[in-house]
């Protein structure tokens, strides 16, 4: 397994009386397997993507990476266990100022020694792994732009290409497809989906767009208050999961344990 959850709880405030953003969550994830996260703004799909990516520790329940506890194991263990994933944020930490090359290459940073990577930033190590990247985004001919000369939709394809240089073994992508029109999100998650079926990576992608998760993704699994509410193949997901799932709530994580699902839904749903 790349990951497995048990009664995971997150929480974002030190306060214990606030809710959780994850709360009792259980998820397992093969290695080479794709699926789509969904729910509603709020529902914790970002925190369950940075808790999978270690970069919170659950303050209940068990996280294993790789068949690692990574939060007991020592600090190089645990970056090691990173060094095998890429989490790709909602916004893409891409410095302004930077070339695309350099901005691209940075994917390969965790195989880095702090040499090479000081090395890298004055003449890049690969260019034509970077343009191979960014060919395959249609984006070649922004090699030697300037990141801040890109658009919104040009810097998230760019965070993709420094996904694909970088040699993880799972990908952690968080709304990959926010600032492309219907077009280039399709070819996006294309690219996406065959870069990790070629190298037999993990794919955990949260995705406003669910028709598209549904028609591209084997697994979805709706979030919603910070809880699994469904985790299905696709086929077995129904319109009315999605309803309901997406069914309108007001302070989604302060919402109590009864949650607005009808009674006809399972809260959890996994059918395979
Ligand atoms: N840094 C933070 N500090 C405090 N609360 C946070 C923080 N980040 C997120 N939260 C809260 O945790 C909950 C889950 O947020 P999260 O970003 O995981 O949701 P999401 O499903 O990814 O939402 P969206 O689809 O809008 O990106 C929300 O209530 C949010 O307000």
């Known amino acids: 397994m790349t990951f497995e959850l048990h009664g995971v709880s997150v929480r974002h405030t030190v306060s214990t009386s606030g809710p ?45 990476l790789f068949g690692t506890d990574p939060w007991t194991a020592s600090d190089t263990r645990r970056q090691a266990l990173r060094s095998r994933l890429f989490l790709a944020p909602q916004t893409p930490p891409l410095p302004p100022r930077q070339r695309v090359v350099t901005a691209v290459l940075a994917g390969r940073l965790p195989q880095w020694s702090l040499w090479q990577a000081l090395a890298s930033l004055v003449k890049p190590a690969d260019p034509e792994a970077a343009y191979m990247a960014l060919a395959r985004f249609n984006l070649q001919d922004k090699l030697y732009a300037r990141v801040d000369r890109l658009s919104g939709g040009e810097r998230q394809r760019c965070s993709m290409a420094r996904l694909l240089v970088s040699h993880a073994e799972a990908f952690l992508v968080d709304e990959p497809l926010s600032a492309l029109d219907p077009a280039l999100a399709i070819q996006t998650l294309a690219v996406l989906q065959e870069e990790a079926a070629a190298r037999k990576a993990t794919l955990v992608c949260s995705l406003h767009q669910v028709d598209l998760a549904r028609a591209q993704f084997p697994r979805i699994v709706g979030v919603r208050a910070g809880r699994i509410v469904f985790d299905a193949a696709r086929e077995a997901v129904t319109d009315d999961m999605i309803t309901a799932l997406y069914q309108h709530v007001q302070h989604a994580p302060a919402v109590d344990d009864t949650l607005d699902i009808p009674a006809t839904t399972p809260l959890i749903t996994r059918c395979f």
């Open 20 to 64: 959780a953003a994850l709360r009792d969550l259980t998820l397992s994830v093969a290695q080479g397997e794709q699926l789509a996260l969904i729910g509603p703004s709020g529902a914790g799909k970002t925190t369950l993507l940075h808790t999978l990516a270690c970069a919170h520790r659950p303050d209940d329940g068990r996280f294993s």
